[in-house]
């Protein structure tokens, strides 16, 4: 058969071909300088073909490959191809890992080096997210040729496990560390994986000391790169002792004071354990095979709950504090732990409760908290809380561009009454003082008792200040009718000073301060009456 004479393609057409290739080209001379480019190049560098032709390869390389120009250009001189990889640098300064294929050209009696380059930027990144797979996993994964079992890459995990360096591994066949098979029986199983494209088998690999490491290995075959296994390996050693920890775990699961409820990937009760039915009242029979909401108290809301799942999604677990409810209805405050058990799919196969009845301590929390933030014969807020109250409040109206008034109420003549009466009943005048001066105001605002017979009242979040006299008026008549206690009839009336947010002060001490002056100076005035700091500026 006579072959069809080649067909002598129009410069246009190879013009165009050039132009319009999608991989970057660059032309270069004998000596590295760029002399022609295509648009694909300008656009893979950011510059334009006029600026390009005034560069060299360092130009757009990074410091790494730059170092290599001359060791590469010598090796293209000398095979007339080659084919490597670098890093150019985008004008705008983002690295872009290329693959070059270089190849020596002859034209016109002139030598020139044409440069295809592809970005293999892509191809790197999933490299990493191999070499991180690979290297994070704690299982020990090798890969090895298939045509002379020869190893071509191991994790750290498995170096760990038999003790050799990847360096060492890496010269090193399959049959140097098989302990059990012989050569040929190593071949053959080879064979056999290669047909089955899988297996799951056990043997034993041969540390580099000598000892023996019993091994669970998961092989994959693929025809990639003249046929490669890709194995995972794990340690076995173990195993009976594992079996030997879940009988262990058994027995804690059944003897542990912590309540652990167990569900599976549906969220359904599959087993709890006897500290459960202490803690919750219900029986293992009256739960298996219901939601764990059978517990709920509707303490928490459907965020919280929100909240969880979406954590048990992202980290898998949870920990924190809720309320539930007993067999019986009484709450009950649990410390909870949960945690999933996931397949080897990454599905749920189990979700793991475990938690403790912190009831008790959360009362003396609470109770604790009281104690250091109420008073104890008012049951007001006290010094502490009031303070707290006061920069929250300022705070909010400083954002809001709103006003507060702070009163300061101290009871006129209530030391008489205390020494004629004794302390008891001065008790209970207080507490009767704290539930008129609380009718006096709104529930957003904050009535305190700061000690003796001094009160503060907090009047928040105000448009305008023209009624805090008015609230001032009121506890004024109602402080000064009588009060029963005991059967006996005493009166008393009070002093009150009163400074503005921000009129007066910008922050709360000085408020506090202003206050106070004012309240001394409506003492002075004869009691029984209010007095503003901003009428009153020099007390």
């Given amino acids: 058969m006579i072959p069809n004479p080649p067909i002598e393609v129009p410069t246009e057409i190879c013009k165009l071909a050039f132009d319009f290739a999608a991989d970057p080209i660059f032309v270069l001379d004998i000596a590295g300088n760029f002399i022609v480019v295509n648009q694909a190049a300008c ?76 970005d293999i930027s892509e191809r790197k990144l999933k490299e990493i997210e191999y070499q991180t797979i690979v290297q994070t996993t704690t299982d020990g994964f090798w890969i090895a040729s298939a045509r002379d079992a020869r190893f071509l890459d191991a994790n750290e995990a498995y170096c760990r496990m038999v003790g050799y360096s990847r360096d060492e591994l890496l010269s090193m066949h399959i049959f140097d560390v098989e302990a059990i098979e012989s050569l040929e029986e190593t071949a053959a199983h080879i064979r056999m994986v290669m047909e089955s494209k899988h297996a799951l088998f056990e043997t034993q690999h041969r540390h580099k000391n000598g000892s023996l490491i019993p091994i669970e290995a998961s092989v994959s075959y693929s025809e990639v790169r003249g046929g490669v296994f890709f194995v995972f390996v794990r340690d076995i050693s173990a195993r009976k002792h594992n079996e030997d920890e879940l009988a262990l775990a058994a027995s804690v699961f059944n003897a542990s004071s912590a309540s652990i409820l167990i569900t599976d990937a549906d969220n359904r009760i599959v087993s709890v354990n006897p500290a459960f039915t202490t803690t919750t009242g219900y029986e293992a029979h009256e739960v298996i095979g219901r939601m764990p909401n059978i517990l709920s108290s509707g303490k928490q809301s459907k965020a919280f709950y929100h909240d969880m799942w979406q954590s048990l ?124 001066l609380n009718a006096c105001v709104r529930s957003s605002d904050t009535v305190a008792r700061l000690g003796g017979d001094e009160f503060t009242v907090i009047l928040a979040e105000l448009t305008e200040t023209d009624k805090v006299e008015m609230v001032a008026d009121n506890i004024l008549d109602i402080l000064e009718q009588p009060f029963h206690i005991n059967e006996v009839s005493m009166q008393i009336s009070g002093s009150i000073g009163i400074a503005l947010y921000p009129n007066d002060a910008s922050d709360a001490s000085e408020l506090i301060t202003k206050a106070d002056n004012a309240m001394y100076a409506a003492k002075r005035r004869g009691r029984n009456c209010c007095c503003f700091y901003s009428c009153n500026p020099g007390n």
Wanted: charged share 30%; net charge negative; with cysteine.
């Fill in 313 to 436: 999604k992202r980290d898998q677990h949870w920990h924190g504090e809720l309320w539930n409810r007993r067999k019986d209805g009484q709450l009950y405050a649990e410390q909870l732990t949960v945690n999933v058990i996931a397949n080897k799919d990454g599905s749920v196969h189990r979700h793991v409760a475990i938690f403790s009845d912190i009831t008790e301590k959360k009362h003396a929390e609470d109770l604790m908290w009281r104690q250091a933030n109420y008073d104890t014969v008012t049951n007001l807020p006290n010094r502490r809380l009031f303070l707290d109250r006061l920069d929250q409040e300022i705070r909010k109206c400083r954002r809001a561009t709103l006003f507060l008034a702070l009163l300061f109420i101290d009871l006129d003549h209530f030391k008489e009454i205390n020494d004629t009466y004794g302390h008891d009943v001065g008790d209970q005048l207080l507490i009767e003082a704290a539930r008129r």
């Fill in 43 to 118: 656009d893979h560098t950011g510059y334009s073909r006029e600026e390009l032709l005034q560069m060299h390869p360092g130009d757009i390389d990074d410091p790494e490959s730059r170092a290599l120009i001359p060791e590469r250009f010598a090796q293209i001189k000398k095979e007339r191809q080659a084919t490597f990889e670098a890093v150019h640098i985008h004008r705008s300064g983002r690295h872009i890992p290329v693959e070059m294929h270089i190849r020596l050209i002859e034209h016109e009696g002139k030598s020139y080096a044409l440069n295809i380059c592809r």
